[in-house]
């Protein structure tokens, strides 16, 4: 049976400077996404010895634990592909007229996403999603990793709103670093995921 790894980045740790300092990326990737995928591990254990002993005792737990760290790996590792050190700007094509449609320009999008992002309370994403019942775009708060989204949406673009992704260089001002992000999407990869999301 597979476990899970923590995925390389596709670039240096310096190369998102106009959003994020190597620092930050350094730690947001090597400590904390990686505390996820040592959590979702270890709670995939816990859960085998549960059901070797036949205790079930503390299943909802568990299953909570493991909701809750395989979320954070999942939702870190579209973050790290949805950034790149050539992103910014904004997309054209199939994603480009679907944005229009959807949310009536790109800058009414933007804007949705950037409260949706900037207003998570507590820790947690902002995040465009795909939604297959409607076939339509979204934008979704997600608390903490998990939580307050559609079932079946599939994630496009997520922005990272939990304090550990900017505050040692933003301190507390979580617009400062929204904004600086969308310098970094790579549109690309967003249009992909959205091709593949739409085609199922």
Known sequence: ?????????????????????????????SKHHAAYVKGANDTLDQLAEARDKGEYGGLVGLQKTLGFHLSGHVLHSLFWQNLSPDGGDRPDGDLADAIT???GSFDAF??????????VQGSGWGILSWEPLGRRLIVEQVYDHHGNVGQGTTPLLAFDAWEHAYYLQYRNVRPDYVERLWDVVDWQDVAARFTAATSR
């Open 1 to 29: 049976m597979g476990t899970y790894s923590l995925p390389d980045l596709p670039y240096d740790y310096s190369a998102l400077e106009r959003a994020m300092s190597a620092e930050i990326l350094e730690l947001h990737h």
């Open 110 to 119: 933007r804007r949705q996403l950037t409260t949706a992002t900037v207003g």
């Open 101 to 103: 449609e959807h949310f």
